[in-house]
């Protein structure tokens, strides 16, 4: 069973920074695109940002140039750096993979817990 983990969250004040990561268990297989998504209370969850197995990254446009996404040495696992953080920022953040994988012959959508981070103005 593939488990999302989350970790790095917290409490930081506007313009402070904060680095997420994700790390993958029970995967034997690599993800083609791993991933952060955000909500915050009331709103609808959205795309923070993305890497795919090549390497391309996507962002929202709410966070370019603040946030960096990357993947890590181990695999299956990815990081979120975020700084220049503002409070409209707060939210959960999600850990998500996605994909078609030809080892389990099957399309993935993996989803972690989630990890609070939250911005003080």
């Known amino acids: 069973q593939v488990q999302l983990v989350e970790s790095g969250g917290g409490l930081v004040q506007a313009g402070g920074s904060l680095r997420l990561s994700c790390a993958a268990s029970?995967?034997?297989?690599?993800?083609?695109?791993i991933g952060w998504y955000r909500q915050a209370p009331g709103k609808q969850r959205d795309l923070v940002a993305t890497?795919?197995?090549?390497?391309?990254?996507n962002y929202a446009d709410s966070v370019k140039g603040r946030f960096t996404i990357s993947r890590g040495n181990a695999q299956n696992t990815v990081y979120l750096q975020m700084n220049s953080l503002k409070p409209e920022d707060t939210a959960v953040y999600y850990c998500?993979?996605?994909?078609?994988?030809?080892?389990?012959?099957?399309?993935?959508?993996?989803w972690g817990q989630g990890t609070q981070v939250t911005v003080a103005s």
């Open positions: 890497i795919n197995i090549r390497g391309f990254t």
């Open positions: 029970g995967s034997t297989f690599i993800f083609d695109v």
């Open positions: 998500n993979a996605r994909g078609f994988s030809a080892v389990i012959r099957s399309s993935y959508d993996y």
